[in-house]
Each structure stands twice: as structure tokens, then as C-alpha cells.
């Protein structure tokens, strides 16, 4: 927290979120069904932009990037994906909280954010997470039944 990297990453972050919830509601103006498909996650965008921070980058311990370099096939993500589920159930064990900044995927071909991490932009695919101690007690997860849940086929 606080130092000039984070500071960066977050002022980064949040201009890439500012400007992606422009574009979007610019686009879902004269798209019905994209406006359908996108109103939720706009409006997260939009509640991000109001507050002025990204929740978890430079108000956590640690906002970590994770990077996997492009290939083919492409499977970036999904290699990503499984290393965030990792640490997300080893926070989860170590009783730490865990939020996914997804919006950080949106920079892997950001010049100033690829400067900052020291790598070429358009090279690696990017994903990040904020960990650290709750500042407060979470209530316990609800969660469904079996049954709900899972369709046993025969």
C-alpha cells in the first residue's frame, strides 16, 4: 500500500474502467439487447467511478498481478483462471480475504502498465487480485443445497 507502483496501477487501473463504462454506455444506447446483456456490469463500472478507486488496488496489503505469456492455442486465461483459483482457496484457507481485479486483463497492452511491470505490451496475458485481512468480520456463506446444485445424469 501507498508505494509509487501501487499508486500507478491504480490511477491505471481506474482510467482503464473510466474510459471501458464510456464506451459502454455510449454502445448500449443504441444497442437494446447489448444494454440488456451489459446493464449490470455497467453499473458496477459506474459505482467504481463514482466511489474515484478500485476497490482492492491500493487499499489492500497486496494487489497482485499474475501474467502468462501468449501462445498458441490460446489458453492464457484459462491458465490464469486456474492459478487464481488456487490462491483464492489458500487465502480462503489462511482466512484472507480475496478479490479479483479482473479489470486488470484490460491492460496487457497498456504501454505504461506493461513499463511499470517490466514486460512487452501485448506479449503476456494479465489478471490480478487484491488479498489481505478483512477489515471486518464477514457474515458465513449461504450456500444451496446438493441437489440444487447438481444434475445427476443416469
Given at each position: 500500500?501507498?508505494?509509487?507502483?501501487?499508486?500507478?496501477?491504480?490511477?491505471?487501473?481506474?482510467?482503464?474502467?473510466?474510459?471501458?463504462?464510456?464506451?459502454?454506455?455510449?454502445?448500449?444506447?443504441?444497442?437494446?439487447?447489448?444494454?440488456?446483456?451489459?446493464?449490470?456490469?455497467?453499473?458496477?463500472?459506474?459505482?467504481?467511478?463514482?466511489?474515484?478507486?478500485?476497490?482492492?488496488?491500493?487499499?489492500?496489503?497486496?494487489?497482485?498481478?499474475?501474467?502468462?505469456?501468449?501462445?498458441?492455442?490460446?489458453?492464457?486465461?484459462?491458465?490464469?483462471?486456474?492459478c487464481?483459483?488456487?490462491?483464492w482457496?489458500?487465502?480462503?484457507?489462511?482466512?484472507?480475504?480475496?478479490?479479483?481485479?479482473?479489470?486488470?486483463?484490460?491492460?496487457?497492452?497498456?504501454?505504461?502498465?506493461?513499463?511499470?511491470?517490466?514486460?512487452?505490451?501485448?506479449?503476456?496475458?494479465?489478471?490480478?487480485?487484491?488479498?489481505?485481512?478483512?477489515?471486518?468480520?464477514?457474515?458465513?456463506?449461504?450456500?444451496p443445497?446438493?441437489?440444487?446444485?447438481?444434475?445427476?445424469?443416469?
Amino acid at each position: 500500500m501507498g508505494s509509487k507502483s501501487m499508486t500507478t496501477a491504480a490511477a491505471l487501473i481506474f482510467e482503464e474502467i473510466s474510459t471501458t463504462v464510456s464506451k459502454l454506455e455510449l454502445a448500449m444506447e443504441n444497442d437494446q439487447q447489448l444494454r440488456e446483456q451489459a446493464i449490470d456490469f455497467a453499473n458496477r463500472l459506474v459505482m467504481i467511478k463514482k466511489i474515484g478507486t478500485v476497490p482492492g488496488v491500493g487499499t489492500t496489503p497486496y494487489f497482485i498481478i499474475i501474467a502468462e505469456k501468449k501462445g498458441f492455442p490460446r489458453v492464457e486465461q484459462q491458465s490464469l483462471a486456474h492459478c487464481l483459483e488456487n490462491r483464492w482457496l489458500k487465502a480462503t484457507a489462511l482466512d484472507l480475504g480475496f478479490q479479483l481485479i479482473s479489470a486488470t486483463a484490460q491492460l496487457a497492452d497498456n504501454p505504461s502498465f506493461c513499463a511499470m511491470l517490466g514486460i512487452n505490451p501485448g506479449e503476456w496475458a494479465l489478471n490480478g487480485y487484491a488479498v489481505g485481512y478483512s477489515a471486518k468480520e464477514l457474515s458465513p456463506s449461504i450456500l444451496p443445497s446438493v441437489d440444487e446444485v447438481i444434475r445427476w445424469l443416469e
